[in-house]
């Protein structure tokens, strides 16, 4: 397990009973290249409309499109990445169709010689990689802002021609929360890889899914249908649940699934159908006379693999297997860029080194739920050498947990240095060699509850809790609790 | 006046050289010709020479030149012929004629043309037909049939065309003139309003063939723009070959001796290709016949893959950006469908349905694939031949210049023009009609294939045959 969320795999189902969801996912990812795919014009999002435009990506009479060389070393990173083959020679071709936002009639992509065939990110295949063109944007003016009722419909050409790398999935995952959990995987690679914004929100990163159900056990797939346009994770889940839910209810009545393209809504969470397959558009793809075969040559190949730094599942990898951390939390810092980051270079100043790494990942979550989940630990007022010194105090013993929680809060609000807010706050952990410190407060839990004293005494290990609670108080946290428990037995007399 | 008009343009362009004449007399003599043209092979003259005079050092001299419609000309119509682009001024220029502009030669209008280059007879054209200089009741040949009735009738001292089945050759050689169709790749085609990608080239239509060879010259080379395009192998030279000894020409069997019905060469055509290949002999030339199996099939071929292409090509005359448009406020599929039935011509929409055909779902392996499994065959029977041949010679058109409306109702017969011009496309490489003679008083073509890149050979042959052959068309200038 090196990602991908395999342990979720059948959760969330309950639905489902008796049905296994099976779902691949087609996803495009515009590149963060300085030009758009077959011409010289910005990128941009958000300028005024129609002004990064020329001859090219205009569709105008005559126009040539010549291909982006960042865009394919980007394409092939990707693939690199995603444990993809690459092709030496792959194919452009012309995907015909006429819509507004495709001012030359046909989309420039990649069809049966893709750039990139196979793959694996985490436990989904992968299928296929390819580069492509997007298109314009249309908006519709008037009340409602969508196409219906709209009084006119007008074309933004800023995005037409923005680099594009699809990425199509085997139909290897079986619930919406693994889809979500996959796609996660997925951006923190594309991002880790710097080429891609992958902002779902900005239409960087767009996600559509095949969704089909079959019966448990059954081997054949099911008439599957694809879903568009879910432009965040959370609708994505959303969709993905409640088409796999359509679809059994149908199947539970005896109707059949009819294939079919479906548009989720995520105001209304409803499903509404964009067409059939007999309206399914025949493309007429032909390979684009306008351009040569891409060859991609050894070197191309390994100036981008240069390019490919460790990526998220190679490190969750690395931090289990060289560390020590649980898979879990190996992969939660790994797919958060900026947490492994942080925590390595903490790892890296403590004086214990590596003997701390399993403690010090169990403290990265405790920085991230108060600084904020989204932010960036690097950017807090806790420098990685303060969490790196925290922790060592507390294997050390020399500060409980608790109070290291603590010490955290201070570290949080206003920097500085754990061992002078220790010092300052009085947080030291209180241990046996306090002298009238710690083992006058045990003696005192003990006089305090002579039943409980008497029966851990006589051997019940479960009459110890009040005990250790009492000095707990007392000592408000400052008290390590397998100390407590040491003293305790030692005070009682227990055999 | 007149020996201005009587000069060829590297003539003329030696005599600017010389401080003989004045570029901006030339460029009025050729305007006011131009401006007065009873051919309709013009569909826009420029008012004035460029402001700018062209430097006499410019390899070009000041030279005017008559384009193309189909070539982009920043701010001056570029309408293809079609209704569809009717008034469209483009905010940039083709690669090849800004080439041609910097090496000197001025802007002196836009020629006529068969829509979308769809066409051999000019009737094609949204315009209206352009005449042939030689016998206004006759079709110039197209598609760029406007290129070459201003160049043979004087009222340009030469012109560029395109060349997608025989479009540069075939009026060239139903005019009396000089059409070049060069190597796939040496020109590029930024900026040529593309009909078939894969087949399209620029090339020169000119009075003689040293006129064809300093056009060609200053059109070749690799763009940046155009990813098809290469870098042409070695320099241009101006052709001097005073004979044809060690050259062999092989005339194939496919295309010249076996007539079939309908697709046969007209007797006073085959007359004059036979005493051309016995001038050829006579400069030295060895003549034997040579096989092309494949090439009764071409034709074919050509008709799949070209439609196909134009189908994509053609489907960005939407009405959405530019040109025509119809129904504006009414929805997008009246938009659409409106819009391109008033804009296209008859023949056009034959081919986007054809090519649309051709690459549909369950049609795509039995029509497109096979033509361009057909398209391999041919280069390779090129490729063989040329293991034998310096160049392969045929008839350009099997037909001189025939009277206007004659063919429109039959277009398979109008395809037939074709039969010997095709092949060379579909193996991308260049081929050159130069005229032989006349045929009741009508010229006839005589063309030379070779392979890739060996345009400097070709000009060369052309240029010795030429001299030897002393063809005078001087009469349709007057």
């Known amino acids: 397990m090196s990602g991908g969320g395999g342990e979720r795999g059948a959760a969330?189902?309950?639905?489902?009973?008796?049905?296994?969801?099976?779902?691949?996912?087609?996803?495009?990812?515009?590149?963060?290249?300085?030009?758009?795919?077959?011409?010289?014009?910005?990128?941009s999002f958000g300028d005024p409309p129609n002004i990064h435009t020329c001859p090219v990506c205009l569709g105008l009479p005559g126009a040539l499109p010549v291909v982006n060389a960042r865009a394919v070393q980007y394409a092939i990173m990707i693939g690199l990445a995603l444990d993809s083959e690459i092709a030496p020679r792959s194919l452009f071709h012309r995907k015909n169709y006429f819509y507004p936002d495709s001012p030359k009639g046909y989309q420039i992509s990649q069809y049966d010689v893709p750039l990139c065939s196979g793959g694996r990110l985490g436990d989904v295949r992968i299928h296929r990689v390819h580069l492509e063109e997007d298109a314009a944007k249309l908006i519709h003016v008037g009340a409602s802002g969508r196409i219906h009722g709209s009084d006119r419909s007008v074309v933004d050409f800023n995005r037409c021609g923005t680099p594009l790398v699809e990425?199509?999935?085997?139909?290897?995952?079986?619930?919406?929360?693994?889809?979500?959990?996959?796609?996660?995987?997925?951006?923190?690679?594309?991002?880790?890889?710097g080429v891609s914004d992958v902002n779902m929100a900005e239409g960087s990163l767009r996600c559509d899914a095949n969704v089909s159900v079959r019966p448990v056990g059954a081997t054949e797939l099911g008439t599957k249908t694809e879903l568009k346009n879910m432009n965040s994770f959370r609708f994505l889940e959303q969709g993905v649940h409640k088409e796999i839910e359509r679809q059994v209810t149908l199947l539970e009545r005896g109707a059949p699934v009819v294939q079919e393209t479906l548009h989720f809504d995520p105001v209304s969470g409803q499903l509404t159908a964009l067409r059939s397959k007999e309206e399914a558009h025949d493309y007429r793809y032909f390979p684009e006379p306008d351009l040569v075969p891409l060859l991609a040559t050894e070197e191309m190949i390994s100036v981008a693999a240069e390019q490919v730094p460790e990526l998220p599942a190679d490190r969750a990898r690395r931090l289990e297997l060289e560390l020590g951390l649980s898979a879990g939390s190996a992969r939660d810092l790994a797919f958060r860029r900026e947490l492994a980051d942080y925590f390595e270079a903490a790892l890296a100043v403590a004086d214990a080194g590596q003997a701390v790494a399993v403690e010090l990942s169990k403290w990265i979550p405790q920085l991230v739920e108060r600084i904020g989940s989204d932010a960036d630990p690097a950017a807090s007022r806790v420098s990685p050498a303060a969490l790196a010194t925290l922790v060592t105090m507390v294997t050390a013993r020399e500060v409980s947990r608790d109070a290291a929680r603590e010490v955290l809060t201070r570290l949080?609000?206003?920097?500085?240095?754990?061992?002078?807010?220790?010092?300052?706050?009085?947080?030291?952990?209180?241990?046996?060699?306090?002298?009238?410190?710690?083992?006058?407060?045990?003696?005192?839990?003990?006089?305090?509850?002579?039943?409980?004293?008497?029966?851990?005494?006589?051997?019940?290990?479960?009459?110890?809790?009040?005990?250790?609670?009492?000095?707990?108080?007392?000592?408000?946290?400052?008290?390590?609790?397998?100390?407590?428990?040491?003293?305790?037995?030692?005070?009682?007399?227990?055999? | 006046m007149s020996e201005l008009i009587e000069l060829s343009a590297a003539e003329a362009a030696a005599k600017v050289r010389a401080r003989e004449i004045d570029p901006a007399e030339l460029f009025d003599a050729y305007r006011d010709r131009a401006a007065a043209d009873r051919l309709n092979a013009f569909t826009w003259v420029a008012d004035s020479a460029p402001d700018s005079e062209p430097s006499a050092e410019a390899p070009l001299a000041g030279v005017p030149l008559a384009v193309k419609d189909l070539f982009c000309t920043e701010g001056v119509p570029s309408q293809a012929g079609s209704r569809i682009l009717e008034g469209y001024l483009p905010p940039y220029?083709?690669?090849?004629?800004?080439?041609?502009?910097?090496?000197?030669?001025?802007?002196?209008?836009?020629?006529?043309?068969?829509?979308?280059?769809?066409?051999?007879?000019?009737?094609?054209?949204?315009?209206?037909?352009?005449?042939?200089?030689?016998?206004?009741?006759?079709?110039?040949?197209?598609?760029?049939?406007?290129?070459?009735?201003?160049?043979?009738?004087?009222?340009?001292?030469?012109?560029?065309?395109?060349?997608?089945?025989?479009?540069?050759?075939?009026?060239?050689?139903?005019?009396?003139?000089?059409?070049?169709?060069?190597?796939?790749?040496?020109?590029?085609?930024?900026?040529?309003?593309?009909?078939?990608?894969?087949?399209?080239?620029?090339?020169?239509?000119t009075r003689d063939v040293t006129d064809a060879a300093l056009l060609f010259s200053q059109m070749v080379g690799r763009d940046h723009r155009d990813s098809t395009s290469l870098a042409f192998p070695g320099p241009t030279e101006l052709p001097r070959a005073e004979d044809l000894r060690g050259i062999s020409l092989g005339v194939p069997e496919e295309l010249v001796t076996g007539a079939q019905d309908g697709t046969g060469i007209e007797p006073g055509v085959r007359e004059s290709f036979e005493a051309t290949l016995r001038i050829a002999e006579g400069l030295g030339a060895s003549v034997h016949p040579c096989r092309l199996p494949h090439a009764p099939h071409a034709l074919s071929a050509y008709y799949l893959i070209a439609p196909a292409e134009a189908s994509a090509n053609l489907?960005?005359?939407?009405?959405?950006?530019?040109?025509?448009?119809?129904?504006?406020?009414?929805?997008?599929?009246?938009?659409?469908?409106?819009?391109?039935?008033?804009?296209?011509?008859?023949?056009?929409?034959?081919r986007i349905m054809l090519g649309t055909y051709a690459l549909s779902s369950g049609y795509y392996d039995a029509y497109y694939g096979t033509a361009l499994k057909v398209r391999t065959k041919i280069s390779e029977d090129f490729r063989t031949a040329f293991a034998d041949f310096d160049f392969v010679v045929t008839p350009t058109s099997p037909w001189t210049a025939f009277e206007l409306g004659a063919k429109t109702d039959d277009p398979?017969?109008?395809y037939l023009n074709d039969f010997c011009t095709v092949p060379m496309p579909l193996a991308g490489i260049p081929a050159i009609s130069i005229p032989s003679g006349l045929s009741d008083g009508l010229p006839v073509g005589f063309q030379l294939a070779g392979p890739a890149f060996s345009e400097g050979k070709l000009l060369d042959a052309a240029y010795a045959l030429e001299r030897a052959i002393g063809f005078d068309g001087s009469e349709v200038r007057r």
């Open chain 1, 167 to 193: 990425i199509v999935t085997e139909p290897d995952l079986h619930s919406p929360e693994q889809a979500h959990e996959w796609l996660t995987l997925l951006r923190t690679t594309l991002r880790q890889l």
């Open chain 1, 12 to 43: 969330g189902n309950e639905i489902a009973a008796g049905y296994e969801p099976v779902i691949g996912l087609e996803i495009h990812v515009q590149l963060k290249t300085q030009t758009k795919m077959f011409c010289g014009c910005p990128l």
């Open chain 1, 412 to 495: 949080v609000a206003e920097g500085g240095d754990p061992r002078e807010i220790v010092e300052r706050e009085g947080l030291g952990a209180l241990s046996a060699d306090d002298g009238d410190g710690l083992p006058a407060i045990v003696d005192e839990a003990i006089s305090a509850d002579p039943d409980a004293a008497a029966k851990v005494r006589a051997g019940n290990d479960k009459a110890i809790g009040p005990l250790v609670g009492y000095v707990m108080r007392q000592t408000k946290g400052r008290a390590d609790g397998g100390e407590i428990r040491r003293l305790i037995l030692e005070r009682v007399g227990q055999p």
């Open chain 2, 412 to 414: 398979l017969a109008m």
């Open chain 2, 315 to 350: 489907a960005r005359f939407d009405g959405v950006r530019y040109g025509l448009r119809i129904d504006g406020d009414a929805d997008l599929e009246t938009m659409y469908s409106h819009t391109r039935a008033a804009g296209f011509g008859p023949e056009v929409k034959r």
């Open chain 2, 93 to 205: 220029t083709a690669t090849v004629v800004s080439k041609l502009l910097s090496a000197g030669a001025p802007l002196l209008g836009k020629t006529n043309q068969d829509e979308f280059a769809m066409g051999s007879s000019n009737e094609n054209s949204a315009f209206g037909p352009v005449l042939n200089p030689w016998d206004r009741g006759r079709v110039p040949g197209g598609s760029s049939g406007g290129s070459a009735a201003a160049v043979a009738a004087g009222l340009a001292p030469w012109a560029i065309g395109t060349d997608t089945g025989g479009s540069i050759r075939q009026p060239a050689a139903l005019c009396g003139i000089v059409g070049l169709k060069p190597t796939y790749g040496a020109c590029s085609r930024y900026g040529m309003i593309a009909f078939a990608s894969s087949l399209d080239q620029a090339g020169p239509l």
